[in-house]
Structure formats: C-alpha cells, structure tokens
C-alpha cells in the first residue's frame, strides 16, 4: 500500500534528494569512495557547498548584502545566536507559539526583550495582527509559520526596523523579500534535507556591532568569512539539500511551488469546512499552507480514536494531532504531491459515510 507521509518534521522529502543521496552515500561523485569518508576540503564536497549556497541565493532571490551559511545546531540554537549577535539593548518579538516562546527565553539572556503580542490568550490559533514595534529596536523577530499550531503570517509586518526570522517550516514554500531581513534562519528538516544542517541568511553590514565578545562557532562572521567551512560541515544533509534545491529549481522555482502549496492547502481545508465530523482549529485567515491542523467537530469527539485508526489503515501516516493541540495534523511540504492531499480528502469522506 502506498504511504502518504504528513509528518511536521523530520518529514518528507523528495524522491529527487532520497535518490540521489542514497547513490552518492555508496560512491559519491564518481570518487568510487562513500560521501561519508571523504574530506569536506576536497574538490567534490566544496563544489556541493558552494553550488547549494548559491541555489539557496538564486531561489530567494538574496540580495549580494546578505550571505548564505550552512550551521549545526538546529533552528533551536539560533535562537541564542541570533540576539547573540545582533542584540545590542532591546529587540521586540511576536509570541505565536512554542518556537517562539522559546526564542524569547533566550534572548533575555541578552537584553531588554519587548513582547509586542502573544496569542497565547487562545492557545496560539491565531496571528497577533495589533500592536506596534518600538523603533530602537534592535530587530522585530518573528515566526512566520507555526508548525505546532498550524498558523502562518500571511503579511510579513511593515516596521521600521529589521526583521528577524524563524523560517524553519515555510522556508521556500513562498516567495521572501530578503532585504527586510538581517536575519533569516531554518532548521533543514522541514522543507529542505535531513537533520543537521541549519541555514541561516544574514545581513552582512549587522555582523560584528553587538558589543560583546560572541564565542568563534556563535558568531556569524566567522562562517560568513569561511563560506561555510570554518569546521567539517554536516556533508550529508548539505549534500541532501543541494538535491533539494536543484529540484526546486526544476519544478520552476519558489512562485510555482507556491502555487502548488496554495492548491494543495485549499483541497484540504475545503474538505475540513465541508466535512460535517471534522473543523479546523485556526482562525481562518491565519491559516498555515504547510502544517493543517484539525479536531473531530465536538459532537463527534468520541470518534477521534476511530479515525486515526481508519486513517492509519488507509496509508496516512504522521497525522496525529502535537499534544499541545490535539486531534490531527497534516503537514503539506514542498515534497508533498496534491495526489497525497487528496487521498488524505478521500479517506476523510468514506470516514463520514460509515457515520
Ligand atoms: C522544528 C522547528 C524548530 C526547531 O528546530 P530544531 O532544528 O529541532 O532545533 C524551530 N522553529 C520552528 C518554526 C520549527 O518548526
């Protein structure tokens, strides 16, 4: 039976990067060796780091102000390095969830941190559209999708200062105007490769004016002035995302996968409004095109059992719901084909007519 993977992550990836990353793990770039065993210095590892730092420029469109650097650590460790290196006396951050939570608890260990808003008030389902951004901030950090709760900001807030921002589930899912950034960062296992490798895109003119001494391996100068190589990178997953990419750029690039993504979440919330067992958790215009997130309506909250079950069987895998919220999640990646989507439809349309 065909398997429908809605994981939120580490989730799915294209056939493309599973390929080809298997047949270079046995002899990478006709080397006859492993992409495991050889040096990250030689020729063939550093064509693939330059090449998939490029691509990440060519897809978002970076602008030559900014550089692209591959880190280890998670989307989790920027959230040190990120007011680490830019936060000089205050930064303002939006609260909509647990990743964002947790990027402002670290930040506190650095300075004056302004909470503009929070939706926590209603358990994170909805985006935080009403309050203004100090202009000595030093940054506006956001998180633009949501992934545990299923909200995305659908307009990237106009502030008078830079943004910074958690991208890690809705990176290259849709277009960005990088230059409102002085830092954009991304865990790769959402949209991107494998665990362990991290991008982050960074404004150069920021680096270097925190006022503090940054240990070398937090510090985005150092990777900036190293292109990446200052330590053995992790090859695998960089080589993963290089496969990533050069398949984006196949499919046509960020405004088709865009549209795709746009279809794909439309096919899925139809059927949640439409389906008389099931209703969405988010406020509608808030939304998220990558991660779906729905409960059994509540005269039918018994069956919620039943149907994870009903799905299971169907081939619908990683559905359940993140225990913060509940029921069902359906993560609709980039890699995600709409024949995916719809079977997930179909199987929640034979689930009602057994009801
Ligand atoms: C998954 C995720 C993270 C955490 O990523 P790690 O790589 O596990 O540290 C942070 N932010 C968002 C929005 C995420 O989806």
Redesign the pocket.
């Known amino acids: 039976m065909k398997k429908h993977n809605f994981y939120a992550?580490p989730s799915i990836l294209s056939q493309y990067t599973i390929k080809n990353t298997a047949e270079a793990i046995l002899d990478f770039a006709g080397t006859g060796l492993s992409l495991m065993e050889v040096s990250h210095r030689g020729k063939e590892f550093v064509a693939v780091n330059d090449e998939a730092r490029q691509l990440v420029k060519d897809l978002l469109d970076v602008p030559s102000t900014h550089e692209v650097v591959f880190l280890g650590g998670?989307?989790?460790m920027q959230f040190c390095m990120v007011p680490y290196n830019f936060l000089k006396k205050k930064a303002s951050y939006l609260d909509t969830g647990t990743?964002a939570s947790k990027a402002i608890k670290e930040a506190k260990i650095f300075g004056e941190v302004d909470v503009v808003a929070s939706s926590k008030d209603k358990n994170y389902t909805y985006i935080p559209k009403k309050y203004t951004v100090a202009p000595d901030s030093d940054y506006f950090h956001i998180?633009t999708?949501?992934?545990i709760y299923g909200t995305q900001l659908k307009e990237i807030p106009s502030v008078s200062v830079p943004l910074a921002a958690?991208m890690?589930?809705d990176i290259f899912s849709r277009t960005v105007d990088v230059s409102k950034y002085d830092v954009i960062y991304a865990?790769a296992?959402?949209n991107l490769a494998p665990?362990g490798v991290?991008i982050a895109i960074v404004r150069l003119e920021a680096l270097g004016k925190a006022g503090r001494p940054v240990p070398t391996m937090l510090n985005y100068l150092t990777h900036t002035e190293k292109e990446s190589m200052f330590n053995t990178p992790p090859v695998v997953p960089i080589f993963a995302a290089l496969q990533t990419l050069k398949w984006y750029k196949e499919m046509g690039g960020i405004s088709v996968l865009q549209k795709k993504n746009e279809e794909k979440a439309a096919v899925l919330y139809d059927e949640i409004d439409r389906n008389r067992l099931f209703r969405g958790t988010v406020a509608p215009e808030d939304r998220s095109l990558m991660n779906v997130c729905f409960v059994m309506n509540d005269e039918y909250a018994d069956l919620e059992a039943e149907f994870a079950a009903y799905a299971a069987a169907a081939g619908m895998i990683g559905i359940k719901g993140h225990r913060s919220v509940g029921g069902f999640r359906a993560s609709l990646y980039n890699a995600m084909p709409l024949e995916s989507v719809q079977a997930l439809v179909e199987t929640m349309k034979s689930f009602e007519k057994t009801k």
């Open positions: 992550g998670g989307a989790s990743w998180t999708n949501n992934t958690d890690s589930s865990g296992q959402k665990a991290t």
